[in-house]
Every structure is written in C-alpha cells, then in structure tokens.
C-alpha cells in the first residue's frame, strides 16, 4: 500500500524537474512538515519528460494530525520513480500522478487535479536551474551512502 499523504490533502505546492535524463529533483512543500528536497532516479513520462513542472493543491489542508503521521517521512526524500505523469492510464482522465519509492523502499503516490499542475516554460524552469543543479549535485552521490545529506536553502 502507497502512503497517500492524507488523501492527497497534506501536499500543498511543489516542483519537480526532469530537465537531466535520469533524474528528477526538487521540492514539495507537505502540511505539517514543509519543505522536503527530493532526488529521484529515473525520468517522467509522457508530455513532462525531460520537463519541470510546478504544481499547487487545490484540495491543501494543513491538518495537525499530518506531522503525527508523517513524522517518520524522510527528508530528503531519495529514492526512483515508479511512475510521474500527467497522464498515468489510459483507462482514466488525465491528471498530475507522482509515485516514487524511497531509498528504503517505502512506496508513496500522490495525484492531482489537472488544474492543479502546468508544465513550465524554458523560460520560468530556468528560474531553478541552479537549485537544481545543486540538488542533483548534492544528492546523487547518496544513491549508494548511508550518509544523510545537509538541508538545502529555501526554492519557493
């Protein structure tokens, strides 16, 4: 079973940048816990690969009982996709899909209203292209360490 993060509610906004093969970083801002900084093995699929996209939940509840249960939701968060799209079956409407497992293989999965999420421009991903950068460069040597990295600087 995949932690939805309360019914999806206790997600409030984030980016996620797959603009370098073989990787997607950036961050999501949770309820009760805040900003996490992810780096995740693997690509997006469909129209936002090899694309950053930001997003905001229209359905966001900073709920007091999400830190009690994500208390133990590491941050950073490191680990590979499963599967990030905007369209995730074909048998459903299409909507943002973020799924990913955990370098302890935790599985987690979050989904959105289409109108929740848009794929940027060149011109607004490049607005974090050196907070990317720095993700990628700070975190993707932890792949294969047991070493936790630093917290990094405020993005949104």
Not at 40 to 59: M, P, Q
Not at 74 to 95: K, T, Y
Not at 100 to 119: C, N, P
Not at 123 to 144: C, G, I, K, M, W
Request: a negative charge.
């Amino acid at each position: 079973m995949a932690e939805k993060f309360g019914n999806f509610r206790w997600i409030k906004e984030g980016v996620l940048d797959n603009r370098v093969a073989g990787f997607v970083v950036g961050r999501i801002t949770f309820a009760g816990i805040g900003e996490v900084a992810f780096c995740l093995k693997g690509d997006c699929k469909g129209e936002i690969s090899g694309k950053a996209f930001r997003f905001n939940n229209s359905t966001f509840s900073d709920d007091a009982f999400a830190l009690e249960r994500l208390v133990d939701f590491d941050a950073p968060q490191l680990g590979e996709v499963s599967l990030i799209s905007f369209d995730p079956h074909p048998l459903l409407e299409p909507h943002p899909y973020i799924e990913w497992f955990s370098q302890k293989r935790t599985h987690y999965r979050i989904e959105l209203a289409l109108k929740d999420a848009w794929i940027l421009t060149e011109a607004e991903a490049q607005f974090y292209d050196d907070t990317s950068n720095a993700l990628r460069t700070q975190f993707s040597p932890h792949f294969t360490s047991a070493s936790s990295p630093p917290a990094t600087e405020d993005w949104f």
